[in-house]
């Protein structure tokens, strides 16, 4: 039997992105710290956390969660933030309409910046407030929207952690097998000019 080591082979690297105030850094420090945070402090400037977890056939992987930290003001995603994202995770309120709309537009700046083969899920954040009467976007329309763009869609409380565990583990398991490059990898001096990229990764 394999027993996991301390630090797993294999990292994987989350982006969450969305509009400013849906949640994005509570939902990192969540899933991560285990317990909710009302008074996070955004950092500024390029900042993760890193956690890790079991996939469905055993293995573990290291998961750096990348938080936006102030970049969401843009609507455009700087290169070297979704770098080599395996996953990216386009979070919106529920309680908020306008972040709905707003994620079709995160979606498009994270194809343009990200690997092409990037995992992309949607998250509907601030259910527990939803829940008591102040829901915006319905699940049907969340769902569609999702269909549409070829993502899954999950709906989470940052504070009572409904469906965050749930929401990481499942794309972590949805990450093709082909990116799950080891950490130290030997690099062939005598390939061909320019190499390739088998991630199609364009930043
Ligand atoms: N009730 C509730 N509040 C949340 C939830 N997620 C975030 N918040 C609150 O919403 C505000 C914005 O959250 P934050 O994580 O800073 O959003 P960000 O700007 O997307 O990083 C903060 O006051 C959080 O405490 C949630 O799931 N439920
Ligand atoms: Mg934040």
């Known amino acids: 039997m394999e027993v996991p080591s301390e630090e797993p082979d294999t990292r994987y690297k989350v982006v969450l992105v969305g509009s400013l105030g849906t949640g994005k850094s509570s939902l990192a420090h969540t899933f991560v710290r285990g317990h909710f945070d009302p008074h996070i402090v955004s950092t500024v400037g390029s900042s993760f956390i890193s956690t890790s977890l079991e996939l ?3 293995k573990a992987v290291a998961l750096d969660v990348w938080d936006t930290s102030g970049q969401e003001v843009y609507k455009s995603l700087a290169k ?3 770098r080599a994202a395996n996953i ?3 979070v919106f309120s ?3 309409y ?3 709309e707003s994620a079709r537009e995160w979606v498009t700046s994270l194809r343009a910046t990200a690997p092409e083969g990037i995992v992309i899920g949607i998250a509907g954040n601030k259910l527990d407030i939803a829940n008591a009467g102040k829901r915006q976007v319905s699940r049907e329309d969340a769902l569609a929207f999702a269909a549409e763009i ?3 869609y ?3 409380s940052a504070l009572t952690r409904e469906g965050v565990p749930e929401l990481f583990t499942s794309l ?3 990450v093709p097998r082909s990116t799950m490059a080891p950490r130290r990898t030997t690099v062939r001096l005598d390939g061909p000019p320019g190499g390739s990229s088998s991630s199609g990764c364009s930043c």
């Open 56 to 58: 469905s056939d055993g």
């Open 80 to 82: 070297i933030y979704c």
């Open 88 to 90: 990216g995770v386009v």
């Open 94 to 96: 529920l309680t908020e």
């Open 98 to 100: 306008s972040s709905f």
């Open 150 to 152: 070829g993502a899954s």
């Open 154 to 156: 999950f709906e989470t």
């Open 172 to 174: 972590a398991n949805k």
